[in-house]
Structures are given as structure tokens and as C-alpha cells.
């Protein structure tokens, strides 16, 4: 045996600088460093200016507190959407933005006062408001540092806040045209309303939580009827508010439920709702024992008859505290109520007008009016016949302690012989505040609100050569409603995914009136003023645009005392009227971000109406509805063409995330720990559009995913090193399998382009990741590395092969930029490192090449079968690698025109042959092994010596050297 040559300096082995050690964490703040320094978003502004727009328009968070996992997903599915349209070549800028006033700082302000036990209402309003707004600076300030880590390309440097001045004049002037359009009352209704916050809340700004409440019977009897005999007996109520009881007006029966009248064995008389009376039996015991209820007992015993409710009308019962006198001695009404059910209770419900809608708008509807008993800290009024403030036992209604079976409340109905029973057990949702975690109450207080129903709206809409406004649909005529309006505008919005266009469209259809009006300090001021005889508000266009200016100049702060000077210079008596103290509710500071940030000229690249809003899907009753209404309101359509939503982010058992149970995301410790482009890659990943889940393991998965990515790019870049045009080959003249890459290529492409239209980039990022995985690493890159290693430099073949890699990488890295926007950006300047930046690129040209799929889907699955029959040997150590083996295949499984060399290198094997007939079978070989490209193959003559086709490379190197 002769001595054998070292022949590893004549392998082209892949070369590059590229680590596969990603480092992101330490990474990724210079690559931020340095766009900053080069002015990346500008740069990318200029490239793209005069193109077509795509306007994402950014809902404002809430400058309170660090950003969570939310914001994270949030901004990450923007950013994607900003630079996958800017990738296919569209203007697509992003300016964010931050909603800064309202009852959260406004309420850790205050807290900061109550650790210091000083009295908030002592400070100087304007002195407080400048806390407010420093506070709010300091986490708008945060937060914008924290967004920009996770990689977001956007005017950071120039955010809208909803408390700049420029904005609040803007807030001020869209109200304005609420009130000049006559689009704006001042009423009395039932509101949210937090006793603790002292203020009306939208229902935005309420959560549902479970709890268990009292739950009571209580009887009025019945004085006036025109059914005589129920004269003396007692219409049963049920309810699990008792402390409603007090304001208590009128009684409600369903006109076509069926009641029963029946005497208890006591000798009382009770009216109950029939499918009710076997609960309320359970409940008081003032009937058949419990295991008669089950069976099939006749109540004939206890029957006195049936009476249908339409027949109730025109009874009136006595409210059990009458021995008080005045309101409580007034007789109650028994009236029709359509929302009256027999799902639960007596099928009789106590009517407050103070404090439900329903009751509301029923007794409205017979002349009976609130009597605004409960103060704003949830106590009733001083002079109030029962359990007034200086009572010892009163306390806030929302108090359980006020409603227990063995409170005030019960005891007084007790003692009163009206309380037919009150257990402490029922479990129910209940409305809180989402900022003070209290419960809330329905309370009716004096409030502004935009009304839903009134017609008359299309003559005061701006212009549709000045909104670009399209009324195709007919629905503006003069009939026309903010609702109707909202409605069409719903229908006209494209929604992502559909199911949002239900949802908020069964919430505007169904929702109350628009409360503006909130009792608090921090906030845009509803800059009106009411005539102190008639309560009408002054309409005086002039006036209002002054006011309009004051504010531009002076921010919130211009809405004082001072400001009734005005009146008398615009020619009005500043003795005739009262200036409004109550602050507008931020949701109309957030919907009316459209008119200040897309129409202000501010940013001169914006443009109304916007393209796309995205926010969560807890925005359909929050920011997409304040501004739909906002904006259906002045001009008649939706400030956007399209909304997309998305779920919440659970953890990984995927159970809603809270501190008290140990279970949150941080996203700064996972860019600490993994780096934001794991961040990036998880949004993109998961079903955003669905809640979805996040934890430990299931980051473990992204990053293995990452690395997957990274090494493909890797793989690139040290197989193209060196190339250059010169070596370019022409699709036409490659090898059958280098034009079924770019057909694939081609239909990636397809898809991409089409998951972006659909905004779907759990598709986008899944189809890319696989791809990269299973069509190139594990399939394309492994079958053609020998010949990359091993061919002549200037091989055909092997050109072809490296005219497609850079062909591939051109192509993914710029579609990855947009979701792994550090890792492309290290990619791209590692081969171009004078190229600039990955992000000014546009979506890649992909040559056209033919290929016949089905043939390539017949050999991948051939070749599937053989790799699974080769790795019995290797486990078993018979084979190093499939280069040592010797297979055969069934004749009939090989496409037409395949030679046995092809199969060869499809299997990265040394020889393969076919037979008829015959199951895959693998062997080792017993040829020798070449001491070059390693296969062992029949034409060696010994082990080490070459093949024919690395005898002719290295011949061709030595000749060249």
C-alpha cells in the first residue's frame, strides 16, 4: 500500500465569520446604537418617499408602569406589519404614540399624597396636574426605551402624547364639533360608577370578577289592584344588591310570565312567578318541604290562582320601610317590563331608577325620576330618611359588611317583617374597576353624553373632498344616527380576523348612549359653558375657536376661572353662565388620536384614514369603538379601512397571568437572558389571533428554532464565500434539482406575499422557519454539500449550486428581516459589511424556473424511506454515514430519466442499484473508500486513493498551483 496524500487543503470547506453563537443580548443594543446613529428610520423614509402609503396607525398605551408581555406582542406584530410593507416597497411610517391623562396616574399621584396622609383635594389643581403630566413623562419616557429594545423602527424621537398641547387643543376642538352639531347633552342616567375613584367609568375601564354576594327576598305588599283579591298579599322580589332597596321606586312584571298567588302556611299571601315558585321555595321555606319540590306535589294546598302578568297592571305595592313616611310612604307601581326572565329569582324585580339602565329607562317611560340618593363615595345623602351619612351603620353601599344577612340593611327589612330570606352565598360575576380593584355601582348622576339615536347628523359632517369620504353606501341621509353611521362603518372596515367585525358590531349595536363626562382632574376639560337658567350650553363658533387657541398655548391648564373672561369679550354675560368642570373620559382622548396625529401635518408622511389599526381584542369595546364613534361623529366614516386584533397572552398552562401567582413573562429578562429576536420570533410564532401562551419551555422552543434559522444563514454565508457574478449561472442550464429549489423558492414567495396581505405572520414566520429546515438544511444544503466540498471550482454544476445559494440568500434574508430584524441585519453585514443596512432592501426579485413537483415529491419520499433504512446501521456503527453504504431500491419507486449517480447523491451514499420488484435494502459497502470526498466506491482501487472525479480536481489544482 503506497503512502496517501493529505488531500484536506483541496476540499472547499464553507468559510465565514459568522458565529454560530448567536449572542443576541450583548448584540443587539449596539446594532440599535448604531441605527440611531445613522438615522435608519429617516433613511428609510427617503427611500421609500413618493411610493404608495400603508398607514398603521398606533394605539397609545397607557404611560403607567413598565411594559409587559402584552405591549411586547403588541408592538412586535406593528413593527412586522410596518416593515413587511415597507419591504414590498410602500411608505409605511410609524409614529408612536402614548395616552397620558386620567384616573391611573391621576391615581398613583394620589397615592403618593395618602403615604404622606395629605389631602389631594388641598393641592393646587395646577400644581397637581403638573405631577401628573411629569409622571406621565417619566414612563412614556420608560416605556419608549423599553418598545425601542425589542427592535420597532419608528419616529421615536417624535411621539404623539395625548397630553402635548397641541393634542388636547385638537381633543378639544373634536368636542367642540360634538357640541356645535348639537351632538351632546347633559343628562341624568345610570353610569358606572366608582365609589373609591369617586368618578364615572367607561365600561373599558371594567372588569368582570366573580364573588359571592348577599342574596335577599323581600316582600311589598300589595295595596291597590284591580284584581281584588291580591289586595293584602305580598309581590316577592329577589335581588343581590340589598342596598338597593332603599331607592327602590316601582316594581317590574313580565307581561307574559304567569304568576302564582298562594298562601303560605303562616296565612301570608305571596305573589311568585310559577317557574320561580319551587327556588323560593327552597330559598324561605314558605312552602312544601324540599323533597315534595323535586316530585310531582300539587300546590293546590297553598293555590289561590294564576294570574297573567299583563293582568298586574295598575297594581301598587307598599315599600317595606313606609312607616318612614315621605318617599318611602308613596305607593310603587307594578309596571311592564320586557327584560323581566324566570331564570332566576321570583320573576318580580325592585325597581331603582338610580342605579340600573333598565330601571331607568322603565320608569322614565312612566314619569318617575331618579333620586340621586348615593353620593359620590357610594354613602347615601344626609337627608336621606334611612341610614343617612351620620348614621352610625352607614357605610359605602358597595361595603359587604352594609349588605350582609346580619347588616343594616337586612335588619331594618327584618325588623320591618319583609324579609322573607338572606344567605350570604351567591356566587355571581360583578363589574370592578380595573385600576382600584373595587366593585362598582350603577349610579345615576348628571352626566354629558353623545347620543346614539338622534337623526339629523349628515349636515354637520366635514366634507368629503376634505376627509376623502365615500358615501357610495347611501348611508348618510337624513335620517341618519350615529349608530346607523358606526354600523355602516363597520360593515365597510375590513377585520382580521372576521369574527371582530360581530363583535364590535353587537357592541355598538346594543350600547348606550356615549358618557363624555368624568369627575376628575387629570384629563382634557369639557370646555363648555351652561346657561344657569335654561342648562343649554353656549354654542359660539368664535368663542369656541378661542378657546381652542388658549389651549394649543396653554395645555389643559387654560381651562380656568380665568377663562370666563372670555364670555364678556365674545359679547355674553359671564354672571348667565356656569363653566363645566368635568373632565372628558380618555377614551375620547384616545379616539380622537386620528384627528391629531394622521390630520395634523405634524408628521407630514401620516395620512387619513389609516390604513390599519391593531391593537388586543379587548379594544372592540375600548379604543376601535372611541374611535369609530369619534370620527363616525365629525365625518361620517371609520378613521381606518381595516382592524386586526389579537388575543391575550397567557402562561404556559395557559392561565391568565398575575403577580400573586408567580406566573408572569417579564420580557426585559427574556431580552436579557435570550435576546429581543426570541421575543420577536415567539409573537410571530404563536396563533396571535387566538389567546395564546407563553412560559419557560415554550421559549426554550423558540430559541431552538432560532438556531435552526441561524445556522441556515450561517451555512450560506460560509458557502458563498468568495462568490461573485462572473460564476452566475442561468436557470436554464442548471441541474434538475437546483431548478426545483427556485420553483420552491417561487412558491414561498407566493405564500409570504400572500400571508403578508392576510396580516397572517404566524403563517409567514411558520412556512419560513420550515423551509429553512426542512427544504434546505435537511434536504437541499445536505444533498449537495459533497459538491459544494468536493467539485471543481469552476464546475458547472457546482456554479449552479452557488448561483442558487446566493439566489436563496437574498431572498431570505430579506424576508426574514422583518421578524428577526438584529439577526438579519448581522447576516446581511457580515457579506456585505459596506452594504448598509438589510432594512432599506426590497422584497427580492425570485427568477422563474420550471421543475416537475409531483416527480420531486415521488424522490424526496424515496429518499425519506432510504435514510430511515440507513440509520438502523449507523446506530448499530455498521456505517459511519450513508457514504459507506451500498443501496438498493426498487426499480419501479425511481422517476422516469434518474440515473443511478443522481439516486447516489440524492442519498448521499457511495453506490446505489436498482431492482424490480425488490424492498429498499442497505448494506456497507465493500468498495473502497475515496481519501477525498469519502464515498466508497468501486472505481477506488484502495482505500485513500481517489475516485475518477476527484483524480481530475486535484489534478486540475496541482496544475494551477
Known amino acids: 500500500m503506497t503512502e496517501q496524500r493529505d488531500y484536506r487543503d483541496t476540499v472547499f470547506l464553507p468559510k465565514t465569520d459568522f458565529p454560530m453563537k448567536a449572542g443576541l443580548p450583548q448584540k443587539e443594543p449596539g446594532i440599535l446604537a448604531r441605527w440611531e446613529d445613522d438615522g435608519l428610520y429617516a433613511a428609510v423614509r427617503r427611500s421609500r418617499e413618493g411610493r404608495e402609503k400603508f398607514i398603521l396607525h398606533d394605539g397609545p398605551p397607557y404611560a403607567n408602569g413598565d411594559m409587559h408581555i402584552g405591549h411586547a406582542l403588541n ?45 389631594k383635594d388641598q393641592v393646587d389643581p395646577t400644581e397637581f396636574r403638573a405631577e401628573c403630566r411629569a409622571y406621565a413623562q417619566h414612563w412614556v419616557d420608560v416605556q419608549r426605551e423599553q418598545l425601542k429594545r425589542l427592535g420597532g423602527l419608528g419616529d421615536w424621537d417624535n411621539p404623539y402624547l395625548t397630553m402635548q398641547f397641541d393634542s388636547e387643543a385638537t381633543i378639544v376642538r373634536e368636542l367642540l364639533k360634538f357640541a356645535e352639531s348639537g351632538q351632546l347633552y347633559r343628562g341624568a342616567k345610570p353610569v358606572m360608577w366608582s365609589p373609591v375613584e369617586k368618578t364615572a367609568l367607561a365600561e373599558a375601564e371594567v372588569e368582570y370578577e366573580d364573588i359571592t354576594s348577599t342574596q335577599i327576598d323581600v316582600a311589598f305588599e300589595i295595596v291597590e289592584s284591580p284584581i281584588a283579591e291580591l289586595v293584602g298579599a305580598h309581590a316577592v322580589i329577589w335581588t343581590t344588591t340589598p342596598w338597593t332597596i332603599p331607592v327602590n321606586q316601582a316594581l317590574a312584571y313580565g307581561p307574559e310570565v304567569e304568576y302564582h298567588h298562594y298562601r303560605a302556611h303562616d296565612g301570608r299571601r305571596f305573589l311568585v312567578a310559577a317557574p320561580l315558585l319551587a327556588s323560593f321555595f327552597l330559598r324561605t321555606g314558605l312552602g312544601p318541604v324540599a323533597e315534595d319540590i323535586e316530585g310531582d306535589l300539587a300546590i293546590e294546598e297553598y293555590a289561590l290562582g294564576t294570574i297573567k302578568g299583563s293582568d298586574l297592571a295598575g297594581t301598587k305595592a307598599r315599600h317595606p320601610m313606609h312607616h318612614l313616611g315621605g ?39 312612566h314619569g318617575i325620576a331618579p333620586k340621586f340618593v348615593v353620593e359620590a363615595d357610594g354613602r347615601y345623602r344626609e337627608d336621606w330618611g334611612w341610614l343617612p351619612r351620620s348614621d352610625p351603620r352607614s357605610m359605602s353601599v358597595i361595603n359587604p359588611k352594609f349588605n350582609a344577612p346580619d347588616g343594616p340593611i337586612c335588619e331594618d327589612l327584618k325588623e320591618a317583617g319583609a324579609l322573607l330570606a338572606a344567605s350570604a352565598d351567591y356566587r355571581h360575576s360583578y363589574p370592578h374597576s380595573w385600576r382600584s380593584k373595587a366593585k362598582v355601582i350603577f349610579r345615576c348622576t348628571p352626566q354629558w353624553f353623545v347620543p346614539m339615536d338622534k337623526p339629523g347628523i349628515a349636515e354637520h359632517l366635514e366634507t368629503p373632498a376634505e376627509q376623502g369620504w365615500d358615501n357610495e353606501g347611501g348611508a348618510i341621509g337624513p335620517e341618519a344616527t350615529l349608530r346607523s353611521l358606526a354600523m355602516e362603518a363597520i360593515e365597510q372596515t375590513r377585520f382580521v380576523p372576521e369574527k371582530g367585525r360581530n363583535r364590535i358590531g353587537s357592541m355598538v349595536e346594543g350600547r348606550p348612549d356615549w358618557v363624555l363626562s368624568r369627575q376628575r382632574a387629570w384629563g382634557v376639560p369639557i370646555t363648555l359653558f351652561v346657561n344657569r337658567k335654561t342648562g343649554e350650553y353656549l354654542v359660539d363658533k368664535a368663542l369656541n375657536a378661542r378657546i381652542v387657541e388658549s389651549v394649543r398655548a396653554q395645555g389643559v391648564d387654560a381651562w380656568s376661572d380665568e377663562a370666563a373672561t372670555l364670555l364678556q369679550e365674545y359679547g355674553h354675560d359671564p354672571d348667565a353662565y356656569e363653566r363645566v368642570t368635568d373632565i372628558l373620559d380618555v377614551w375620547f382622548d384616545s379616539g380622537s388620536t386620528h384627528a391629531f396625529v394622521l390630520e395634523s401635518g405634524r408628521w407630514p408622511a401620516l395620512q387619513w384614514p389609516a390604513d390599519l389599526y391593531l391593537e388586543g381584542s379587548d379594544q372592540h369595546r375600548g379604543w376601535f369603538q372611541s374611535s369609530l364613534l369619534e370620527s363616525c361623529g365629525t365625518r361620517g366614516r371609520a378613521p381606518y379601512k381595516a382592524v386586526l386584533t389579537h388575543g391575550f397572552t ?28 426570541i421575543i420577536r420570533l415567539w409573537a410571530l410564532s404563536v396563533d396571535y389571533t387566538e389567546d395564546h401562551r407563553i412560559g419557560p419551555e415554550i421559549l426554550k422552543g423558540v430559541a431552538d428554532q432560532y438556531r435552526k434559522l441561524r445556522n441556515s444563514f450561517r451555512y450560506m454565508l460560509g458557502a458563498l464565500d468568495g462568490f461573485t457574478d462572473s460564476e452566475r449561472v442561468a436557470p436554464a442550464d442548471m441541474p434538475e434539482l437546483e431548478r426545483y429549489m427556485l420553483a420552491l423558492l417561487g412558491g414561498l414567495d407566493a405564500e409570504l406575499r400572500r400571508a403578508v396581505d392576510d396580516f397572517d405572520f404566524n403563517a409567514y414566520t411558520r412556512r419560513l422557519v420550515d423551509f429553512c ?4 438544511s435537511a434536504f437541499f444544503f445536505d444533498i449537495r454539500k459533497d459538491r459544494l466540498y468536493c467539485d471543481a471550482p469552476g464546475d458547472p454544476a457546482r ?38 443596512s438589510v432594512h432599506l432592501l426590497e422584497w427580492p426579485e425570485v427568477p422563474a424556473a420550471e421543475a416537475d413537483l409531483a416527480r420531486w415529491d415521488r424522490l424526496r419520499a424515496l429518499r425519506e424511506e432510504v435514510m430511515e433504512a440507513i440509520e438502523p446501521l449507523r446506530r448499530e456503527k455498521l456505517v459511519r454515514s450513508g457514504l459507506e453504504a451500498e443501496i438498493t431500491v426498487p426499480a419501479e419507486a425511481v422517476p422516469e430519466g434518474v440515473t443511478d449517480e443522481e439516486l447516489a447523491g440524492l442519498f448521499i451514499s457511495g453506490t446505489v442499484s436498482r431492482e424490480e420488484g425488490t424492498a429498499i435494502r442497505v448494506s456497507r459497502s465493500d468498495d473502497n473508500k475515496c481519501g477525498r470526498c469519502w464515498r466508497l466506491l468501486p472505481e477506488v482501487t484502495e482505500d485513500g486513493a481517489l475516485c475518477h472525479r476527484c483524480t481530475a480536481v486535484v489534478a486540475e489544482l496541482d496544475s494551477a498551483a
Not at 419591504?87 to 399624597?113: F, M, N, R, S, T
Not at 397571568?657 to 420580557?667: A, D, E, L, Y
Request: charged fraction near 30%; proline fraction near 6%.
Open 327 to 365: 318617599f318611602f310612604a308613596e305607593p310603587r307601581p307594578m309596571l311592564p317590563g320586557d327584560f323581566v326572565t324566570t331564570d332566576s329569582g321570583t320573576g318580580l324585580v325592585h325597581m331603582a331608577p338610580d342605579h340600573g339602565e333598565d330601571d331607568f329607562e322603565l320608569c322614565k317611560a
Open 650 to 677: 397567557m402562561d404556559a398552562r395557559g392561565e391568565k397571568m398575575s403577580k400573586s401567582k408567580g406566573n408572569t413573562v417579564n420580557p426585559l429578562e427574556v431580552m436579557r437572558d435570550y435576546g429581543a429576536d
Open 75 to 119: 408592538h412586535v406584530l406593528k413593527d412586522m406589519v410596518v416593515r413587511t410593507q415597507t419591504l414590498l416597497g410602500k411608505d409605511a411610517p410609524y409614529v408612536p404614540g402614548w395616552d397620558c391623562h386620567g384616573l391611573p396616574i391621576e391615581w398613583k399621584v394620589e397615592e403618593q399624597y395618602r403615604k404622606k396622609k395629605l389631602d
Open 799 to 836: 456554479r449552479a449550486y452557488r448561483t442558487v445559494l446566493d439566489t436563496l440568500f437574498h431572498a431570505l434574508v430579506r424576508y426574514a428581516a422583518p421578524a428577526l430584524v438584529f439577526t438579519a441585519e448581522e447576516v446581511w453585514g457580515t457579506r456585505y459589511p459596506d452594504g448598509g
Open 773 to 776: 429546515n426542512e427544504d434546505l
